[in-house]
């Protein structure tokens, strides 16, 4: 029987200054959107936040954050592998601190399969999502960059940030699937 996988990824909320190496030092980030991409889905779920007037929030509020949570549990209920390009040391960490729900997160940590730790253990480097993709002939990444993505959700550019956390969740599952 074929994995069942669930991709996940985040992109944050703050706008940082160009020259921001260390992202933990400008803690909280806070979350803009995020995106699931099921193996037996055909499109991804997306999450955000709104305002009364129905569109995007600047970021996610905690509720939605903390439901985003629940359905990730859910999925590995269902019988889902969660899979991320760098999960462990990014995005769980900031969804525990958004959601504040630290316990959940350290748990679905743990059972998940973070694709960039495992390359970093045996080959002693990280590397990027795109250039994992790219070593198994798959399409690469859009041609946003993850640095750019907060001051464009900022700007109201909303489409082109779904588009890109939806592209970086079917990349990520296009990798876990052909590796």
């Known amino acids: 029987m074929p994995k069942k996988y669930a991709a ?97 997160c350290r748990r679905l940590a743990l059972g998940h399969v973070d694709m960039m730790y495992h390359f970093f253990c045996g080959k002693g480097f990280p590397i990027a999502l795109d250039k994992a993709a790219e070593a198994l002939n798959l399409d690469k990444k859009s041609d946003v960059e993850g640095s750019k993505a907060p001051k464009l959700w900022q700007e109201g550019d909303y489409e082109r940030v779904l588009e890109y956390v939806a592209q970086d969740c079917r990349l990520t599952l296009d990798v876990a699937e052909k590796s």
């Not at 200054?17 to 037996?40: E, F, M, N, V, Y």
């Not at 955000?48 to 999925?75: F, G, H, N």
Request: a negative charge; charged letters at 25%.
């Open 8 to 104: 996940f990824d985040i992109e944050t909320a703050k706008v940082l200054p160009a020259s921001a190496d260390d992202l933990k030092s400008h803690r909280p980030l806070g979350i803009s959107c995020a995106a699931l991409w099921c193996t037996d889905q055909d499109e991804p779920e997306l999450f955000y936040s709104q305002t009364p007037d129905a569109s995007p929030a600047p970021r996610m509020s905690r509720q939605d954050v903390s439901a985003l949570v629940t359905e990730l549990e859910q999925k590995v209920d269902e019988g889902y592998t969660i899979v991320t390009h760098n999960g462990v040391g990014f995005d769980f960490d900031i969804l525990a601190e958004e959601s504040d729900q630290f316990a959940p």
